[in-house]
C-alpha cells in the first residue's frame, strides 16, 4: 500500500528527515498496519522505498495517529516521501488465528461456566494467547475438557467471519457481547464467527 510520511519524530521530538541507522517514529498519511489495542500486538513489517528501508518493530495509536516505530535501515527518509507499507502478513496472519481463538474461548467458557463469566484481558501474540476471566471458583479438570472440545468443534466447523458496522443498541439487540468497561461510539463493529460467538471487536481476525 502506498502512503506519503506525514511526520517523523527522533527522540520523541519531530524532525524533517531521518538518516540509515536512526531509531524513529513514523507517521503515514494512510496505513494498512494495526495498532496495538484491544490486547493484540501491534503490527510489524517495513516501509520502503527506491534506496530506502525502514523495519517497523511495533506499531501504536496515539491521539488519533498510528506511529509506526523501527529503525531507518538504508537511506534517508524525510516528511512528504512516498513509501510503500508491508506488513508482516506470516506474523499478521499467526495473530490473527489466536485472536478468533480467544472470541471461540470466551464463548465457550460461558457456555461451560454460565453466563456471568466476563472477560477482564487478553493478550494476543503471534505464537500465544492469554485470556483473563471472572468465575466465582476455580476451574475443574472435566470443565477444562469440555472447554477445549467446544472451542475445538468450532474451529474444525470453519464458520466465516463475518464482520458488520451497526448501531451499539442494534449490536447489543441482536445479542453482541460488548465488554464490560470498554467505552464504544454510536457505531460498532460486530464480529461473528457462526451463531457461537458474536462479539463487538475492532481487531484483526
Known sequence: EQARV?????????VSVI?????????????????????????RGRL?????????????????????????????????????AEVDEARRAA????HS?????????????????EQKGSLVEPDRLRFDFAHTQAVTPE????????????IRANHAVETRLMNYRQA???????????????DVRVLSMGEFSVELCGGTH
Not at 68 to 80: A, D
Not at 143 to 154: F, G, P
Not at 172 to 186: I, R, S, T, V
Open 172 to 186: 447489543l439487540d441482536a445479542g453482541a457481547m460488548a465488554l464490560f468497561g470498554e467505552k464504544y461510539g454510536d
Open 48 to 84: 520502503s522505498a527506491a534506496g530506502l528501508q525502514f523495519t517497523v518493530s511495533d506499531t501504536r495509536k496515539q491521539g488519533g495517529l498510528h506511529l509506526h516505530l523501527g529503525q531507518l535501515r538504508e537511506g534517508r527518509l524525510r516528511v512528504g516521501d512516498e513509501v510503500s
Open 143 to 154: 470443565q477444562l475438557v469440555e472447554i477445549e472440545r467446544l472451542v475445538n468443534a468450532q
Open 101 to 117: 481463538a480467544t472470541h471461540l474461548l470466551h464463548a465457550a467458557l460461558r457456555k461451560t461456566l454460565g453466563e456471568h463469566v
Open 95 to 98: 495473530t490473527r488465528r489466536n
Open 19 to 43: 538518516e540509515a541507522g536512526t531509531q524513529a517514529v513514523v507517521v503515514l498519511d494512510n496505513t494498512p498496519f494495526y495498532a496495538e489495542s484491544g490486547g493484540q500486538v501491534g503490527d
Open 6 to 14: 506525514a511526520a517523523l519524530f527522533h527522540e520523541g521530538q519531530p
